[in-house]
């Protein structure tokens, strides 16, 4: 069974940053993309940030120049470098694994919360 394994959430101040990690419990899928995800109060989960298996990586406009998304692909983890973050930005951040021809794979999410 395939699990992601998050962590690096947690309490900051505006302007702070974070680095939130993605973990994939095994190697050797043929993966399409992993991505981050965020769900504020009340929201759809919306889509932050994206990386695909050849390294390439896109993020939405609300966090281009803040966020940075990257992979280690020897540790089989993702990470969400988050500075200048603001109150916006508080959410539950999920990590996501498309894995082509096999499933859609979703973590716990983990709690960002950035107060003014």
């Known amino acids: 069974q395939v699990q992601l394994v998050e962590s690096g959430g947690g309490l900051v101040q505006a302007g702070g940053s974070l680095r939130l990690s993605c973990r994939v419990s095994?190697?050797?899928?043929?993966?399409?993309?992993m991505s981050w995800w965020r769900r504020a109060p009340g929201k759809k989960r919306e889509w932050v940030a994206s990386i695909r298996r050849s390294g390439s990586t896109n993020v939405d406009d609300s966090v281009k120049g803040r966020f940075t998304i990257f992979r280690e692909d020897a540790e089989n983890t993702m990470y969400l470098q988050m500075n200048s973050l603001k109150p916006d930005d508080t959410a539950v951040y999920y990590c996501r694994l498309v894995v082509t021809g096999n499933g859609d794979y979703w973590g716990r999410g983990t709690q960002v919360t950035v107060s003014s």
């Open positions: 095994e190697s050797g899928f043929t993966l399409n993309d």
